[in-house]
């Protein structure tokens, strides 16, 4: 099982570019989560999916949307990227039963926008 | 959500038994205490959970006193891969539901040859 897996790994976009980060998971996880990591901080929650069909907001939203394609598949896009959206990017997954705080994260997506 | 207080920072040397304390003076009757570890430029990774008394797996171990107010995160003789950045999480657990992490600036441990 590859687990949670993200694409890119890398990017670097100018002001107002749009782009989609590609997150997918292979454990038939219900439930997807979007994060964000700034330097030297913990991780912030951007967005989630508690089972296909469904997503909402989690602390920091502006300027983001997502897409649950389905059972796999958790998009992020970013509309119009601005500096203050440089940093680290992870998704991650769980079973969705609420029985654990257990998730199980990707390698991350470093964005830098200039 | 409870927050959590944490060291920002310790150090250790390969072979030593480290522990990490965490705070949570509010705690809430039916919140849960969860431990993640975060490698340089990897997402985190879920190292143990628990409730009250004490919970061990083969990573670590989890003192939780019977007031629940602090817990401590044991790692028994560490080695240089355990240098990492520990998280301590606290919140409710919704059966059915979604349970939201909270993540805090974590004790970045430096484990020393």
């Known amino acids: 099982n590859a687990g949670v897996t993200q694409t890119p790994k890398f990017q670097v976009l100018k002001t107002g570019q749009s782009m989609t980060l590609q997150c997918a998971q292979d454990?038939?996880?219900?439930?997807m989560y979007w994060y964000r990591q700034d330097p030297g901080m913990g991780l912030r929650l951007i967005y989630y999916?508690?089972?296909?069909?469904?997503?909402d907001k989690g602390e920091v939203p502006n300027g983001y949307n997502v897409s649950r394609l389905n059972k796999r598949e958790f998009s992020l896009r970013l509309e119009s990227a601005a500096p203050s959206q440089t940093s680290v990017y992870f998704c991650?997954?769980?079973?969705?039963?609420?029985?654990?705080?257990?998730?199980?994260f990707g390698p991350g997506t470093r964005l830098t926008v200039t | 959500l409870a927050k959590t207080t944490q060291p920002i920072s310790m150090d250790s040397y390969e072979g030593q038994e480290v522990n990490i304390t965490c705070s949570h003076n509010?705690?809430?009757?039916?919140?849960?205490i969860t431990w993640y570890q975060q490698f340089p430029s990897q997402g985190p990774r879920f190292i143990i959970q628990?409730?009250?008394t004490k919970v061990t797996n083969e990573v670590a171990s989890l003192f939780i006193p019977a007031d629940r107010k602090s817990s401590t995160l044991s790692l028994p003789r560490v080695s240089l891969s355990d240098t990492a950045v520990y998280y301590c999480?606290?919140?409710?657990?919704?059966?059915?539901?979604?349970?939201?992490?909270?993540f805090g600036a974590g004790t970045r441990l430096a484990v020393h040859p």
């Open positions: 991650a997954s769980n079973t969705g039963t609420g029985s654990t705080y257990e998730q199980y």
């Open positions: 454990m038939n996880h219900n439930s």
């Open positions: 999480l606290v919140g409710p657990m919704f059966s059915g539901g979604y349970n939201k992490l909270i």
């Open positions: 509010n705690i809430a009757t039916n919140d849960y």
């Open positions: 999916s508690a089972s296909e069909g469904t997503t």
């Open positions: 628990g409730y009250k």
